[in-house]
């Protein structure tokens, strides 16, 4: 089976293909990246990225047997992945935003499989895929039984010990005891209500000194007169 090394050598796969394929001139300094959840505060002038928000075993196909190899070395069976990437176009105009759009989606449906050959000059190392793995590429449009809204911050962040407690009514983190930042402590806590309320989701991951990210996941489809008692949960 494919080594750990196989998510970061299909996301710089990815990369790759589209890089090496781009159309000259016109996509000469386009940009092709990986993205973090941060990087969407300050994007990129011209080109795409790809953001990994979820990564999920494909049980369709788990159970595979182990196989042996010519050296009669029994290896571990492998472990199928979906990983599930959002493809951001950047441009300084909505005509060449369209154009790299059109261009990319033609590009990655005229290579539906990474051989091994491209995955593995892409990897972190040698040989992360056997000769026999590949990757396939499936385009396709998000869930649309829910929406991701997410806010960021630059500001001074939240201390991992006081992440937990945020949420509780009256709770104030300490970098907030200020008297320009004075407050009830209630904010939050009617933010969550509202939101499970609404059956979805809201949640907090900060970094002291980075800043803050809220991300709240909200169904867009409600059944009956109220919505499931069922927290949507939020992808990350």
Do not use: C
């Given at each position: 089976m494919a080594s750990f090394q196989a998510i970061a050598a299909t996301g710089q796969a990815i990369i790759?293909?589209?890089?090496?394929?781009?159309?000259?001139?016109?996509?000469?300094?386009?940009?092709f990246e990986l993205y973090q959840l941060g990087d969407f505060s300050d994007p990129m002038e011209e080109g795409i990225s790809f953001f990994l928000y979820r990564v999920a075993v494909n049980g369709t196909r788990r159970n595979i047997p182990p196989t042996v190899g010519p050296d009669g070395i029994r290896h571990r069976p492998p472990l199928p992945l979906d990983l599930h990437y959002v493809a951001s176009v950047w441009a300084k105009s909505p005509v060449k935003q369209q154009r790299l759009l059109g261009w990319m989606i033609r590009q990655?449906?005229?290579?539906?499989?990474?051989p091994t050959g491209l995955?593995?000059?892409?990897?972190?190392?040698p040989d992360v895929f056997r000769p026999n793995?590949?990757?396939?590429?499936?385009?396709?449009?998000?869930?649309?039984?829910?929406?991701?809204?997410?806010?960021?911050?630059t500001g001074a962040g939240i201390p991992p010990e006081q992440l937990p407690r945020i949420f509780e009514k009256f709770y104030q983190a300490d970098n907030q005891r200020s008297a320009r930042a004075a407050g009830s402590g209630l904010g939050l806590a009617i933010a969550k209500q509202i939101v499970e309320a609404h059956g979805g989701s809201i949640l907090c991951e900060s970094t002291p000194g980075v800043g803050?990210?809220?991300?709240i996941a909200l169904p867009t489809r409600v059944t009956g007169r109220h919505t499931s008692q069922r927290p949507l949960p939020v992808p990350v």
């Open positions: 790759r293909l589209l890089a090496d394929s781009r159309p000259q001139p016109e996509f000469s300094t386009t940009r990655l449906e005229d290579v539906p499989i990474l995955l593995n000059q892409s990897g972190p190392e793995e590949t990757v396939e590429l499936i385009l396709e449009p998000m869930d649309d039984d829910a929406v991701l809204m997410r806010v960021h911050d803050t990210t809220f991300s």
